[in-house]
């Protein structure tokens, strides 16, 4: 039994990482898709400097924004899972 278990955590750790791996190419997709459409008008064989800044500055904001949803996600589930224990406890 415990050698099944130890089955199930490591596929559990391997479809997490996988997870974790598809939304970070989304959202380098979705950023990518994003700064390209508000920054480069036209496109050519390279970025002149305004291009290079406002793409610069479109990531780290997409970026700063992905991160502050993902910790406010994270906050929210946990308390949710905190009172779900706490009402399991009271029941």
Partial sequence: MAHANLEKG?????V???I??????EMLS???????KKCISKPGKALDGSEQ????Q???RFLDTW????????N????????????DALN
Wanted: positive net charge; glycine residues 2%.
């Fill in 30 to 36: 979705k950023m990518t898709e994003k700064c390209f």
């Fill in 10 to 14: 490591e596929l559990m750790s391997q």
């Fill in 67 to 74: 991160n502050l949803v993902s910790r406010t996600y994270g």
């Fill in 16 to 18: 997490k990482q996988q």
């Fill in 76 to 87: 929210r589930l946990q308390r949710e899972q905190v009172k779900s224990l706490q009402n």
């Fill in 20 to 25: 974790a791996l598809a939304n970070a190419q």
């Fill in 58 to 60: 479109c990531m780290d």
């Fill in 53 to 56: 800044r406002c793409i610069s």
